[in-house]
């Protein structure tokens, strides 16, 4: 594959249990556009960093990064609103850029598929970040459904009980969180957090993720689609990686990092005491 000009990360559309389909149609809809791109798999190290283990999560980014530049590029396009944000703050020699601003200043346009109305639901990731919030917003109507503002969206959107890793401490306290969106959602939910979406689904709200409403043909199906069990997660990173190396079999993508030594579960319940 030749020099790139922009990377693609695709990590929260498969580590969260969801779809490599998106990805794999995210990024061929990209590549209609930007001749020069190019795709890695791996974490921001959002998650090690948000249950403590800053110095592992260090690790983490300096090899995304590392890979990236690989692939000689000079941008990093995120779908995930915490790895955009964490990447922003953390990469020195690279830009992060938004799939969604990316999406919708490119002027791309998607079959309007029906006139339902949807809740917006903006991960509490995306506070401050109202260019995210605008690009997301400009997609849902270019592609004809209606959205329904709640009370909290925005800057002032609620957690979706996933942040911080509240389900590890107090996962009754998360539930809580979870429970305050659904109760004040009117419509079925929009995100663009896949995290954000399992969590919602899992407790019986229905809620897709934005790029299934862009790309899947049965959109409305994916909103009452319960997350799948966690192990989904480890196959379908064996998915894209077999569809990455199929796009050129001369890339070569290795992690050098070793897995977390010890056990992390039994650190965090000693930790927590």
Known sequence: MKIRERGMSG?????????????????????TQHANLGIALGCCGGPSQLIGKTDYANQITAQLEQDIKCLGASEIIVACPYCYKRLSE??????????????????AKFPEKGNSTYSIHDPCSARGQPEIQDAVRS????????????????????????????????????AAKTERTVRESLHDLVTYC??????????????????????????????AKVPNAPEVATRNLKVLNRWVRGLAKEIKHESVLNPWPGNLTEEIKHESK
């Open 90 to 107: 953390r990469l020195t020699d690279l830009k992060p850029v938004s799939l969604y601003m990316v999406l919708s200043e490119a002027g």
């Open 139 to 174: 997609l849902i109507s270019k592609a004809g459904y209606t959205i329904d503002e709640q009370p909290h969206t925005r800057d002032n959107t609620h957690c979706c009980g996933m942040g911080g890793m509240v389900f590890l401490v107090n996962a009754d306290v998360g």
């Open 194 to 223: 896949a995290t954000c979406r399992d969590i919602f689904s899992g407790q019986g709200k229905k809620c897709i993720h934005l790029l299934d409403l862009l790309f899947n043909k049965n959109a409305a199906e994916q909103a």
């Open 11 to 31: 990590e929260n559309l498969w580590e969260d249990f969801f779809k490599p389909d998106l990805v794999q149609a995210t990024y061929l809809h990209l590549k």
